[in-house]
């Protein structure tokens, strides 16, 4: 099975501070996105890499940065986190065909 | 945090009924549509695709069907269970360059024993 990693489930910062959140997969994937999640808004694409070190941005790519050194890990970035970037992180991973397979979620909480 | 479940229109059945979860979609140049399941705490779960030159497709217990003079999806799910409580998302894809999936905002089903 695929695995999609994200490597903290929940995290509580500060405003002002810089973010990563780290996701990689297992099974040698070309693409990869990263969601926020929010009620009411459902899933919004953030940024999303067809190969490395390529990044396209999404619907809502302000605030936030990413990186795709390597094939298999892609990280999400607030250079300077605000309270309204409080939300659930989805990182995804795909092959050609269209079905992402989404890790457990990231819940960030910008005090 | 608030649960993803809140605002969400919610669908109730009891045990052993069958649920019909319904989505519109907005693009009717779309030729690729999915459905996840979210449970509670967790990231959304493939259920199953259809590309738009098929009009039902069957599962183990679901069956998805395409309505492309209406643009409408639907997921049926047979003799659900408790375990079948959560989100569900459908999402549509236009086979066009780097076009990304366009999600629906989701519908929270509950099942009672």
């Known amino acids: 099975d695929v695995k999609v990693t994200q490597s903290s489930r929940y995290l509580v ?14 099974m040698d994937h070309e693409n990869m996105f990263w969601y926020r999640q929010d009620p009411g ?7 999303f890499s067809y190969d490395v070190k390529m990044k396209e941005k999404g619907d809502i ?51 | 945090g608030e649960s993803v479940g809140l605002h969400l229109p919610t669908l109730s059945v009891q045990e052993g009924d069958n649920s019909i979860i319904n989505c519109a979609y907005s693009n009717s140049a779309s030729d690729y549509f999915i459905w ?11 259920i199953i695709d259809i590309r738009s030159n098929m009009d039902k497709r069957q599962g183990q217990r679901v069956t998805v069907l395409l309505n492309k003079t209406v643009k409408h999806l639907s997921l049926q799910i047979a003799a659900t269970q408790p375990g079948d409580s959560a989100v569900y998302f459908c999402a549509e894809n236009i086979n066009s360059g780097y076009s990304t999936l366009t999600f629906g905002k989701g519908t929270m089903l509950l099942v009672s024993p």
Do not use: H, W
């Not at chain 1, 910062?13 to 297992?26: A, Y």
């Not at chain 1, 808004?41 to 940024?47: A, D, E, K, N």
């Not at chain 1, 999400?76 to 890790?103: D, H, P, V, W």
């Open chain 1, 41 to 47: 808004l459902g899933l919004r694409l953030i940024y």
């Open chain 2, 36 to 46: 996840y399941k979210q449970e509670s705490g967790k990231g959304p779960q493939f």
């Open chain 1, 13 to 26: 910062k500060r405003t002002g501070e810089k973010v990563f959140l780290e996701c990689v997969q297992d």
């Open chain 1, 61 to 111: 790519p302000e605030g936030y940065s990413v990186s795709r050194e390597k094939k298999e890990r892609f990280s999400l970035i607030l250079e300077s986190a605000s309270t309204n970037q409080t939300s659930m992180y989805l990182c995804a991973s795909s092959f050609g065909e269209r079905k992402l397979f989404f890790g457990e979620g990231s819940r960030l909480t910008v005090l």
